[in-house]
């Protein structure tokens, strides 16, 4: 499956973006899709996950609240809506799709190329 990542950008301290991860190739539906995201000299870490169903979802503890992770299978697209953001939200983000909702990189098989997310302080 490819993936490809969009909707970053350059927002100010407490507004709101969207990404996007349109997936073609095989079977989107049948993929746990994530997000991660990767700050300048940080190791890749998890932001959300969602199950094949749509009906799960998984947050890292610091995000719940201000980040919401949504699928639409039948346009085979990802969404990570982040609301409330912060300079330290700034970060490539990457979506990716998997067998199981791992918080680890190792758990997914498909990366997107990353969109640059900044928050200004």
């Known amino acids: 499956v490819q993936l490809q990542a969009s909707g970053g950008g350059l927002v100010q301290n407490g507004g709101s973006l969207r990404l996007s991860c349109a997936a073609s190739?095989?079977?989107?539906?049948?993929?746990?899709m994530g997000w991660f995201r990767q700050a300048p000299g940080k190791e890749r870490e998890f932001v959300a996950a969602i199950s094949w169903s749509g009906v799960v979802t998984y947050y890292a503890d610091s995000l719940k609240g201000r980040f919401t992770i949504s699928r639409d299978n039948a346009k085979n697209t990802t969404y990570l809506q982040m609301n409330s953001l912060k300079p330290e939200d700034t970060a490539v983000y990457y979506c990716?799709?998997?067998?199981?909702?791992?918080?680890?990189?190792?758990?997914?098989?498909?990366w997107g190329q990353g969109t640059q997310v900044t928050v200004s302080s």
């Open positions: 190739g095989r079977t989107f539906s049948s993929y746990v």
């Open positions: 990716a799709a998997g067998g199981v909702p791992g918080t680890y990189p190792d758990a997914y098989d498909y």
